[in-house]
């Protein structure tokens, strides 16, 4: 047992580590040969006991690398602005220089390059770039055709073996318009028709011909688990068909992946005769048991998500996230203590049964108990306007009496969504060396006149509200509304 | 008088509650009355009226439900109550035209009954005698919830159906349906939508509605012999046809939902041949063709927070919609179209509509007139409610401030002269949780 676990950490630590430098390549603008494979630096083995990269599960295998690249940016400074930066309190009429592709400098005043970019912020106020945790982008696209509904593998109640970002579309006309709205990271999941409905995929909202090229590098995959209504009304007829029908659901998976991973964690370190055969489903299911692969957990009841924390703990695994969780607040303490994160919405409820206890004072009840509390979106128009959202879960936590400072809000749609994707220490929040993904917003953004002039990702411009030439339109758009829509 | 009638009982067992709760009540909740005073003065607000420009330092005047006065200087009659509005904004109540409040809870049919007649989802999907509005049930959980944000009438329509009946113009109180309604019928509802009739092309469904309405429209030259069934088959059953007389006689607008521009240009088309009132509900694409639109003098209702392809026909949905139509001379109602269930649960959204509209590019004064007098004017209650003039009832909110800001509270909230509470299930559940109670604490 112990040899398996150093494995685990070694190989965990060498890919933290080539990430570590491919980002660093990429800043440098040395970009070639970054995408060198993940396998290869894998632990050494004799060359006849490994029969081809996808005839083995290796922890951290990476067989469809991201290929994303930010263009090459000049300096960028805003001065005169408003800054939430996640990491402090709100800095008034300061500056903020980001160089590289990194944010370099926050404050009063900063010091920038003769060639920066200056841009004038007076009345104006910059965030970090917004953070979606609970996106279906790509695999739900516009328009919702029979022929694009790829979100929900609804075959089998558990289908672990499934990869959100094989169902992504990159030309959905959605990607543009949030962007547009100041997100610029997403996790798209899978659909919650299943109990276990596969992989997420954390993207960057920016344009590409190909998925890969929109994947956020060396970000954690997720795991989408389902509680409650959903999974149970879609398998009524084949089972699972009751809520006690889905627990049982989930620990056979469990007892399954428990079983692979202790098989495949004493070949890789042995390498002693066949391997053993390789499981999608189980593949992902034991990545979870590793730590390689954060669990987000779509569940509204509170009495469900106790059930959940038992079962992550008879397992030996995290659940870093609970989504939707409209009863979070009922259970907020517990959230606070586990160290799980609430991705909440801000007045969504009463749609279903398990809807019903729905509350506005849910977000900030749950940050009240010293969770990490977090807006979501689940919908692509909502995911366009989550500063509102959490403008109005602010303001309802205010009328219940809770004190929650304007810049928590911000927190709840930037750093602790980063959290939750487990990229904290890449994005959501504006200190020197973090990526610079930020948005100019024509005003407060917990006002709802307040719209995302200019958003950056990685230090690159990818939208401006005043000029069409910097906004992204997707192959479908083309030649289907005339050019006198304007700016959307 | 109508208006009052049922209000003290509600309002009463609301107030009972709320009296219960007074310490750690929101604004609105804790003053609900039995019943409401003759005379209230709500004085010192900034007050926006909508029928006329605004009012700073104004006073409403309230005597027996409706509205007495409007204006700065009005005379306070001795012994009225004076609600001191300074440094508030005072507005008419809101009004949500595109709602099935009430009409269901916690998602529909398999829990507490569905939106429409069954033979909205028939074969050709008409259902024009259905009346929506009476199925209605005053003590819906997400009646209070919509009050509190500001709500104080509602239009509740059905949904589905190429004809999926009528809708009725309600106020936010009352312990009937009797006592909810401003006005009902006030709108035939329809959909230009092939799939709503199960019919196969636009060809078909337009064919379709001009058959329905040349039937409706032999209906009483030829009552005798259809009560005797002496005639061909007919579009549809006898009540319905008798259902589409005031949309004939242009009594009733027939409020369709329609999003293509080239299906906005066939209904327009449709109301001339028929020289019907048309209201175009939803209507994604209506600014590329509003100078039709105003030309044709039809209101239109639109939402502000959707801008999403999400079907071939609103592939050029964009936020400046409203703006835009309203620039070209159209009678805008602004209603919910942004994501969350704006047409139950969230309809008290409509106020970050009405935000989003100026966001992208309407006046304020338009989008406050978006969501209070145009819907009454376009559903035929512009004489009752929608604006703060004398002999309107007294539907009136206070607000802390801009009603379109997240962080405003309405403060106090009147209808047909009583205050409200808009203490909610939901409110309760917060303040269980917020200081939980003892037997509550075992995880």
């Known amino acids: 047992m112990p040899a398996e676990l150093d494995i685990e950490l070694h190989t965990r630590s060498t890919h933290v580590r080539s990430h570590f430098i491919r980002a660093r390549l990429v800043l440098a603008g040395l970009v070639l040969a970054v995408t060198a494979p993940v396998y290869a630096q894998q632990p050494a083995a004799t060359p006849a006991a490994v029969p081809g990269r996808g005839g083995v599960s290796q922890p951290l295998a990476d067989p469809f690398p991201s290929t994303y690249q930010p263009a090459s940016s000049r300096p960028t400074v805003i001065r005169n602005v408003n800054i939430f930066t996640s990491a402090g309190p709100l800095v008034r009429n300061g500056s903020i220089l980001v160089q590289n592709g990194k944010v370099t400098a926050v404050g009063a005043s900063v010091t920038a390059p003769a060639d920066a970019i200056a841009i004038d912020g007076s009345g104006k106020y910059v965030t970090p770039g917004l953070i979606d945790t609970h996106s279906h982008l790509g695999v739900y696209p516009s328009p919702g055709t029979a022929a694009h509904q790829d979100g929900n593998e609804m075959v089998n109640p558990v289908t672990a073996h499934v990869w959100a970002e094989h169902s992504v579309w990159p030309q959905d006309p959605q990607f543009p318009r949030v962007l547009a709205g100041g997100t610029t990271t997403i996790q798209v999941l899978p659909g919650s028709g299943n109990l276990i409905g596969g992989r997420s995929v954390v993207l960057k909202v920016a344009p590409s011909r190909s998925v890969q090229g929109m994947k956020f590098p060396g970000a954690k995959y997720g795991l989408k688990m389902a509680c409650g209504e959903n999974p149970k009304r879609v398998y009524a007829t084949r089972g699972p068909a009751t809520r006690m029908g889905n627990v049982a659901g989930y620990r056979a998976a469990w007892i399954a992946a428990e079983q692979y991973r202790r098989r495949w964690d004493k070949w890789n370190a042995d390498r002693q005769g066949d391997p053993p055969a390789r499981d999608l489903g189980n593949e992902t299911l034991a990545e979870v048991l590793r730590g390689n692969i954060l669990v987000q957990n779509h569940c509204y009841q509170a009495d469900e998500m106790m059930q959940m924390i038992d079962i992550a703990k008879e397992f030996g695994y995290q659940i870093r996230s609970f989504h939707h969780g409209v009863e979070a607040y009922k259970i907020a303490d517990v959230l606070a203590r586990e160290g799980i994160s609430g991705s909440l919405w801000s007045d969504w409820g009463g749609f279903k049964m398990e809807a019903l206890d729905a509350t506005r004072a849910n977000i900030g009840l749950v940050h009240a108990a010293g969770a990490r509390a977090i807006v979501h979106s689940d919908d692509a128009s909502y995911s366009q306007r989550m500063n509102q959202e959490a403008a109005k879960a602010l303001a309802a936590a205010r009328a219940v009496g809770l004190t929650i400072s304007d810049e928590d809000a911000i927190r709840w749609i930037t750093i602790n969504a980063a959290w939750a994707l487990g990229l904290e220490d890449r994005i959501g929040s504006l200190e020197p060396g973090k990526n610079a993904d930020f948005v100019l917003w024509s005003g407060n953004p917990l006002s709802v006149y307040a719209r995302a002039e200019k958003v950056w990702i990685d230090g690159v411009m990818l939208y401006d509200r005043l000029d069409p030439r910097q906004q992204w339109r997707t192959d479908f758009e083309l030649g289907y509304v005339t050019s006198t829509g304007g700016s959307r | ?443």
């Not at chain 2, 080239?262 to 100078?291: C, H, K, M, P, Y």
């Open chain 2, 1 to 443: 008088m109508r208006a009052l009638h049922g209000l003290p009982s509600r309002a009463r067992q609301v107030a009972t509650l709320a009296a219960a709760v007074a310490s750690v009540a929101g604004p609105v909740a804790a003053r609900a009355q039995a019943a409401p005073p003759p005379v209230i003065a709500i004085t010192g607000g900034t007050v926006y009226p909508v029928s006329g420009p605004k009012i700073e330092g104004g006073t409403v005047l309230i005597q027996g439900g409706n509205i007495s006065a409007v204006g700065r200087n009005i005379p306070i009659p001795a012994g009225a109550e004076r609600v001191d509005a300074t440094g508030k904004w005072v507005t008419p109540g809101l009004i949500n035209a595109a709602t099935n409040l009430g009409l269901t809870e916690a998602g529909g049919p398999q829990f507490s009954g569905g939106y429409n007649d069954t033979r909205a989802t028939g074969t050709k999907g008409i259902a024009a005698a259905f009346n929506a509005w009476e199925g209605l049930n005053p003590a819906s959980t997400f009646i209070p919830m919509q009050r509190g944000d500001g709500i104080t009438s509602v239009l509740v329509a059905p949904a589905g159906g190429l004809i999926g009946g009528r809708a009725a113009m309600v106020d936010l109180a009352g312990a009937t349906v009797g006592a909810m309604v401003v006005r009902g019928p006030v709108a035939m509802v329809g959909a230009f939508d092939p799939t709503a009739g199960n019919l196969q092309s636009r060809g078909e469904l337009i064919g379709t509605l001009r058959d329905l309405l040349t039937d409706a429209r032999s209906f009483v030259a030829r009552r005798a012999a259809i009560e005797s069934n002496q005639t061909r088959p007919l579009s549809a059953p006898k009540a319905d046809l008798e259902a589409l007389q005031p949309v004939l006689n242009r009594t009733m607008p027939l409020a369709i939902a329609v999003d293509r521009a080239s299906d906005i240009t066939a209904v327009l088309a449709l109301a001339r041949q028929f020289n019907i009132r048309v209201a175009l509900v939803g209507a994604a694409e209506a600014w590329q063709v509003a100078a039709e639109i105003a030309a044709a003098r039809v209101p239109v209702m639109v939402g502000a927070m959707n801008n999403i392809p999400g079907s071939f026909n609103t592939l050029g949905m964009r936020q400046e919609n409203a703006a835009m139509l309203k620039a070209a001379g159209v009678q805008v109602t602004l209603i919910g179209n942004g994501p969350g269930d704006g047409a139950t649960f969230n309809a008290r959204n409509i106020r970050q509509e009405a935000g989003n509209a100026v966001a992208y590019g309407m006046t304020w004064d338009d989008a406050l007139r978006a969501i209070t007098l145009a819907p009454a004017e376009a559903f035929g209650v512009g004489d009752r409610i929608g604006s703060l003039q004398p002999g309107r009832a007294a539907n009136v909110v206070v607000w802390s401030g801009d009603p379109f800001e997240f962080e405003t509270r309405a403060e106090r909230v009147y209808i047909r002269g009583a205050l409200q509470s808009g203490r909610s299930r939901q409110d309760e559940l917060s303040e269980r949780y917020r200081r939980l109670p003892p037997n509550f604490r075992t995880p």
